[in-house]
């Protein structure tokens, strides 16, 4: 009689580590968005482990990892900085999720077979997956799921100790540091801090299409302010949503341009901005200002590159009252009167 194979070993051990991590509800006990960095084997950087669950949904650890994680991280999480889908194309992790069973892609129940899990379709059981920079997800390998077993084990030893203190990444460049020994069947913690940089240096940037005429632009005295945002609004029968691009000269509060744009790609929002100072808007003036307040980072990280050089003074202001006020009626007044197409 052909002996079936045994189940594989960290497959198995991710598998119990992940229910005990169900079962604990950690998510009940602390704030979300809030993190954890880890230090362990074979891992030159520290991990930065979120619980997720506090929703009511999505329970499970998402683990940021790399030398970019702390900055892509605080991307993710700052939405002054880039848009959620860039910020989302730039993330690396890996981590899991527990869900019903019939959620589950059968792709991605590779982790489940080799550990010899069966369960029912309504059953709830982990999705382990990983996500790299510019791709789409996938299942993890080995190296990544020892990963998420050492950090799952370490973050329900910590909570058992009383000793788990996770911190919102934007309010503290200083995180608790768990740092695991030994292997996973035989490991302990230790407790220390990490201090990581100030502010995220990571600048996601894409080659933007400049005007050839740019360089030719007579100078201005004015200051202009530029605000991207997105907006409630979208398209009908598509997921696209609409996001106000509008730039304001300081001194008298007229709006030079108020446009909804159908990305919320901050690269393109910085296109549009030189097209615009070139002569491409609604009043057909041209320039280069002398200085110009980004409301978005991100769109300033792309358009700055490319005016500093020709005089233009690029400076952030995430939070400017006048921005605030006239992008706030811009996006109400274009709410009430939007035509949606609707048939009577």
């Not at 009511?56 to 994680?69: K, R, T, V």
């Not at 901005?273 to 002569?279: M, P, Y």
Request: net charge negative.
């Amino acid at each position: 009689m052909k002996k079936s194979k045994p189940y594989d070993k960290l497959c198995r051990a991710a598998y119990d580590a992940t229910m005990t991590f169900y079962k604990e509800e950690l998510w009940e006990y602390y704030p979300g968005d809030s993190a954890v960095a880890f230090k362990i084997p074979g891992m030159e950087a520290p991990v930065i482990a979120l619980i997720m669950g506090q929703a009511g949904e999505q329970f499970g650890l998402h683990i940021s990892y790399g030398e970019d994680a702390w900055d892509s991280l605080c991307a993710l999480m700052d939405e002054n900085r880039v848009s959620a889908d860039e910020a989302q194309n730039n993330i690396h992790m890996t981590g899991f999720s527990i869900d019903p069973l019939h959620e589950i892609p059968p792709e991605f129940r590779s982790v489940l077979n080799r550990a010899k899990i069966q369960a029912r379709r309504e059953n709830r059981v982990p999705f382990f997956l990983t996500k790299e920079p510019h791709r789409g997800i996938r299942i993890p390998n080995n190296r990544e799921l020892k990963m998420c077993l050492l950090v799952t084990n370490g973050m329900i030893k910590a909570h058992s100790e009383g000793k788990l203190d996770p911190r919102y990444p934007l309010d503290n460049n200083s995180l608790q540091l768990i740092t695991v020994s030994g292997d996973p069947k035989d490991y302990s913690i230790s407790y220390d801090e990490y201090t990581f940089s100030d502010e995220p240096s990571l600048k996601i940037i894409r080659i933007i299409n400049v005007p050839k005429n740019l360089e030719k632009l007579k100078h201005r005295s004015e200051k202009f302010l530029v605000s991207f945002t997105n907006t409630p609004i979208h398209i009908v029968d598509d997921d696209i949503v609409l996001s106000l691009f509008c730039i304001i000269d300081d001194a008298s509060q007229f709006i030079l341009e108020g446009t909804l744009l159908a990305s919320s790609e901050t690269a393109e929002a910085a296109e549009f901005l030189l097209e615009v100072l070139c002569g491409k808007n609604s009043g057909g003036w041209k320039g280069l200002p002398a200085e110009i307040t980004f409301a978005n980072r991100a769109v300033m990280d792309h358009a700055a590159p490319h005016l500093e050089p020709l005089g233009v003074n690029c400076t952030f202001q995430a939070d400017h009252p006048m921005i605030d006020h006239i992008k706030d009626d811009l996006i109400r007044y274009i709410s009430d009167n939007i035509d949606y197409g609707e048939n009577e």
